[in-house]
């Protein structure tokens, strides 16, 4: 536990007024009165890049709320408090009868403390950090953790990939008994898919885990999250998942396949869902892993050979398709050198008519260009009509119901081994985890439209 020396931390300009003129100093307690009302909290430091002109205060709420200094009529000093900087931190024991599972950071939040030097909200990694901020971990595993990266889940890509997967690899050989992978949650199940492509069978459970909302807040899923990761470490599915909230509340997680997951919500931490399936299984500390299907890699393999391909061709891109788009726009990506093409259609795969001749243009010159939908939810049907059947015979080839993200990620590795059209066909149509299903479940799009009288009686019966 440690002070901050500087009784202005990160104040400057009028904020910094404000606090000299009522004689009030970083980490006391304040009652602040404003023309948008009292405010009753800790003086919080400023993050050092933040504006001059707000004051900002921890309520007993545990948020944040910033006052602007220029609006403040009065700032009473009610007490003193101290600010904390370093998560607990304690031995992790061992235990010879619990599963070995191995973290591997590379970015975003589990359990951290608030650096306000920078603003930033720093994690919390070490085995020992992680007993001290979470020490129901012990109880459910043994836990080694290693940084593989640091950086922010947007900034991944395949230099990251490429490393991460072959250190997964070489954990599992060691030794690991599951692999739980911190990861960012923006582009997390970007990650999933490319991993379930280049990890293939993997023997043992691998885990993507994030967390909404930081652990400085109370609202936070960090720790409830990563205790989830943790069990199904150790559980019975042996695939490449990301494990988040079910339901907005505590009640359990969801463990979601790699290759059917996407992020659904900028910020509920019930934000990730399974696309066009359901969920591989629900996960809590009380029941541990309940699996929802049986179709599943199970713990020590299939049969299949535990194999590791990590290949990944920088030049394909996804094009979202909108009305009135213009062919130049695909002249442009050719012309830089892309080999890849996928495309988001409208309806069942569609594009407008303009761009049928540079679509043959482009895949004449070699260009692989693959059709999904925009819509995410269902299929890709382009022998409906003629306009479907053309784009075929200009050169594209439909891919099912396989996410538009998946397969960017698919063709991207696909094209990292082969260039041969027929075989990037091939291996693009085939699937290898669940990226195309045979149909959609009957419950496979389920989507709550509030106000109709069927899901508001459900919702008062179930979830509120």
């Not at 595993?141 to 230099?159: R, W, Y």
């Not at 885990?207 to 899923?221: A, K, N």
């Not at 409906?384 to 990620?409: H, K, S, T």
């Given at each position: ?16 007024e ?13 009652k ?9 909290g800790?003086?919080?430091p ?12 921890k ?14 009529s ?11 900087y370093k998560?607990?931190e304690k031995?992790f ?29 720093i ?18 595993c043994?836990?080694q953790?290693h940084k ?8 991944m890509g ?7 997967a ?15 992978i ?15 492509f ?11 885990v ?14 409830r ?14 695939e490449i998942m ?33 696309i ?9 500390r ?5 699996p929802?299907r049986?179709?599943f ?19 394909v ?8 788009m213009?062919?130049?726009l695909i ?26 001749n ?10 692989h260009i ?14 409906v009509y003629?306009?479907?059947?053309y784009?075929?015979?200009c ?7 396989m996410?538009?993200?998946?397969a960017y990620?698919?063709?991207s ?25 045979e ?6 799009y389920?989507?709550?439209q509030?106000?109709?009288?069927e ?8 979830l509120?």
């Amino acid at each position: 536990m440690a002070t901050v020396d500087d009784p202005y931390k990160g104040y400057r300009n009028s904020g910094l007024e404000t606090l000299k003129k009522f004689d009030v100093r970083v980490w006391d307690r304040v009652k602040v009165l404003s023309e948008s009302g009292t405010f009753e909290g800790v003086l919080l430091p400023r993050n050092e890049m933040a504006d001059t002109f707000h004051i900002v205060l921890k309520l007993d709420t545990g948020y944040n709320v910033g006052v602007r200094a220029e609006r403040i009529s009065a700032i009473e000093n009610t007490g003193r408090s101290e600010g904390h900087y370093k998560v607990p931190e304690k031995e992790f024991p061992y235990d010879p009868e619990k599963h070995n599972v191995v973290l591997l950071g590379t970015g975003g939040t589990i359990a951290s403390r608030l650096d306000y030097t920078t603003g930033a909200v720093i994690p919390a990694f070490s085995p020992g950090e992680l007993f001290g901020a979470v020490p129901e971990l012990a109880d459910i595993c043994n836990l080694q953790t290693h940084k593989v990266f640091g950086i922010f889940s947007e900034d991944m890509g395949p230099a990251q990939y490429i490393p991460l997967a072959q250190r997964i690899y070489k954990e599992i050989n060691d030794g690991a008994e599951g692999i739980i992978i911190g990861h960012g949650t923006d582009t997390m199940h970007h990650t999933a898919a490319i991993l379930t492509f280049m990890v293939q069978n993997p023997p043992v459970p691998i885990i993507l885990v994030g967390s909404q909302r930081s652990s400085d807040r109370p609202s936070s899923d960090a720790a409830r999250n990563l205790i989830n990761a943790a069990m199904a470490a150790t559980g019975p599915i042996a695939e490449i998942m990301v494990c988040m909230f079910g339901p907005t509340s505590d009640k359990y997680g969801l463990l979601h396949r790699g290759t059917r997951v996407r992020k659904m919500h900028s910020s509920y931490r019930s934000a990730f869902r399974t696309i066009g399936d359901i969920p591989l299984a629900t996960v809590d500390r009380e029941n541990g892993v309940k699996p929802l299907r049986r179709d599943f890699n199970p713990r020590g393999g299939s049969g299949k050979e535990f194999k590791l391909v990590p290949t990944f061709n920088e030049k394909v891109t996804i094009l979202y398709y909108y009305p009135n788009m213009q062919e130049n726009l695909i002249r442009a990506i050719v012309g830089a050198g892309y080999e890849g093409i996928v495309i988001a259609g409208t309806g069942l795969g569609h594009i407008n008519r303009p761009l049928y001749n540079v679509i043959r243009w482009a895949t004449g010159q070699g260009v692989h260009i693959y059709m999904t939908v925009q819509t995410l939810w269902g299929f890709v049907q382009m022998f409906v009509y003629d306009n479907g059947r053309y784009l075929m015979d200009c050169g594209i080839v439909p891919l099912a119901n396989m996410l538009p993200e998946v397969a960017y990620m698919k063709l991207s590795w696909v094209l990292g081994q082969t260039n041969d059209r027929e075989e990037v066909k091939k291996i693009m149509l085939t699937p290898i985890n669940g990226e195309i299903t045979e149909r959609e479940r009957p419950d496979g799009y389920l989507v709550f439209q509030g106000g109709l009288p069927e899901v508001e009686q459900f919702m008062r019966d179930y979830l509120l």
